[in-house]
């Protein structure tokens, strides 16, 4: 089966400007999350969702960060007006909802922002 | 709240040199232990995963891992390094209903040949 696909995979960009990033999940599967990665630092969740709502956005950093789902199939993360420090690599996994911690990653998304 | 310890940043070894990676965890209640790994321009891959029963855990390529209660450990193994180990290893946990995993900050490892 197709894994998770993420585009693009790099993406740099200056202060202030949006970027807007993809993820396809594996088909079928209802969960799907983003994670980032801050240089040097752990992976952090940003948001959790089942088909098209969001479950669980503790993770959110701000709201210049907005990410949507409709239709429950891929996803879209932006990011307006974008700051330095979201600089980091952003992922995207999914998991079926019968298949306990079956998550399957993308290979990230590189945002720089300078 | 969850939080999880790597005790390593970075680990040099060489090829046959036996390998553990330390992993502590933070959390009140029923966990659920994953390791993962992402290979240099990979994704990240699971190498094996703990939610109940036997404390030890085997996994893909000859790793292994530890489930210590006591001390809130999930160590990671292999007897034997190759070089094609050279990667970054993440420990990471859910609670036992939880959905959104808790990574420490990883663990590089590169392998001498």
């Known amino acids: 089966e197709a894994g998770v696909t993420q585009f693009p995979s790099h993406s740099v960009i200056e202060k202030g400007q949006t970027v807007t990033l993809r993820c396809d999940p594996i088909s079928g599967h209802d969960n799907l999350y983003w994670y980032r990665r801050v240089m040097g630092k752990e992976i952090k969740f940003l948001l959790h969702f089942v088909k098209e709502s969001k479950q669980d956005e503790s993770g959110m950093p701000n709201n210049r960060f907005l990410a949507e789902r409709t239709g429950g199939t891929y996803s879209t993360l932006k990011v307006q007006p974008a700051e330095l420090e979201d600089s980091g690599v952003y992922f995207c996994a999914s998991s079926h909802r019968r298949v306990r911690g079956g998550y399957t990653f993308g290979s990230g998304t590189r945002l720089t922002v300078v | 709240a969850q939080s999880v310890s790597q005790h390593n940043h970075h680990v040099i070894l060489s090829e046959a040199a036996s390998l553990e990676l330390g992993c502590n965890y933070s959390?009140?209640?029923?966990?659920?232990l994953f390791w993962y790994v992402q290979y240099p321009g990979q994704h990240l891959q699971l190498l094996l995963k703990?939610?109940?029963?036997?404390?030890l855990v085997k996994g893909i390529k000859g790793f292994e891992a530890e489930f210590i209660k006591s001390k809130f450990s999930f160590n990671l193994r292999k007897p034997s390094v190759q070089w094609s180990d050279t990667a970054e290893y993440f420990c990471?946990?859910?609670?036992?209903?939880?959905?959104?995993?808790?990574f420490g900050a990883g663990t590089i490892l590169r392998v001498k040949s």
């Open positions: 959390y009140g209640g029923t966990v659920n």
């Open positions: 990471a946990v859910t609670g036992e209903y939880g959905n959104k995993l808790v």
């Open positions: 703990y939610f109940s029963g036997d404390p």
